[in-house]
């Protein structure tokens, strides 16, 4: 089992950058892909970013590619999440998760570890 801590949200304007951290204690951090997701009021939860146990494969979804990049530092046991360029359609509760399969997963239920959330507001 695994336990996931987020920080690093907050207020900022439309163009700005904010880097989310992810901190995780428990089983060996090298033993899960690890997905950043995101959710907006009224819409499902989406995944953002995922990379492998070992960092060598990274997913992002369409929207913020170039923009947003997901990093892992298994010695530290904390992931992060690099966005720049932030949108007003970037806002939303993110989430890090943890899946302890080997193969990078893109959809929630496959994730069987959550963090509390984060809320990242992005004014235009």
């Known amino acids: 089992q695994v336990q996931l801590v987020e920080s690093g949200g907050g207020l900022v304007q439309a163009g700005d950058s904010l880097r989310l951290s992810c901190a995780a204690s428990g089983r060996v951090f090298s033993s899960y892909v690890l997905g950043w997701f995101r959710q907006a009021p009224g819409k499902e939860r989406e995944i953002v970013a995922a990379i492998s146990r070992y960092g060598g494969s990274t997913y992002y979804i369409d929207s913020v590619k170039g923009r947003f990049t997901i990093s892992r530092d298994n010695a530290k046991s904390t992931v992060y999440l690099e966005m720049n360029s932030l949108k007003p359609e970037d806002t939303g509760v993110y989430y890090c998760?943890?899946?302890?399969?080997?193969?990078?997963?893109?959809?929630?239920?496959?994730?069987?570890?959550w963090g509390q959330g984060t809320q990242v507001t992005v004014s235009s």
């Open positions: 998760a943890a899946d302890p399969q080997r193969t990078i997963a893109t959809v929630a239920r496959d994730y069987d570890y």
